[in-house]
């Protein structure tokens, strides 16, 4: 076991950290996060598309919805003045059969 202490002791040892261990460390970490912020941006920017995307879309689907509305309203609009006028020809009509059956 002694042999296993030392060894152990050894290895658990202070040792000064090599010159520009500190530099490298910072160095590399400032390149793990430029490249996690350059990524970031290229997520926010596919989810701001992305976002863009649905709100068109939903537009486009309101505006379709609101034209189809508008264009039943007209329909029943000239449905209700085809039978307004329906009803105005066959009164015409029947004045018009009574005065030559009265002539």
């Known amino acids: 076991?002694?042999?296993?202490?030392r060894e152990l002791s050894m290895a658990m040892r202070r040792k000064p950290a090599p010159?520009?261990?500190?530099r490298a460390v910072m160095?590399?970490?400032?390149?793990?996060?430029?490249?996690?912020?350059?990524?970031?941006?290229?997520?926010?920017?596919l989810a701001a598309s992305l976002v863009l995307a649905?709100?068109?879309g939903g537009g486009?689907?309101?505006?379709?919805?609101?034209?189809k509305r508008r264009g039943e309203e007209a329909k029943q609009k000239v449905f209700t003045a085809l039978r307004i006028t329906n009803h105005a020809l066959e009164v015409?009509?029947?004045?018009l059969q009574a005065r030559d059956r009265d002539e």
């Open 19 to 22: 010159m520009g261990l500190k």
């Open 54 to 56: 649905a709100v068109a």
């Open 92 to 95: 015409v009509n029947a004045q």
């Open 27 to 45: 160095e590399r970490r400032r390149r793990e996060r430029a490249g996690r912020s350059h990524r970031m941006v290229w997520i926010e920017q």
């Open 60 to 67: 486009l689907v309101w505006h379709n919805a609101q034209e």
């Open 1 to 5: 076991m002694d042999d296993f202490e």
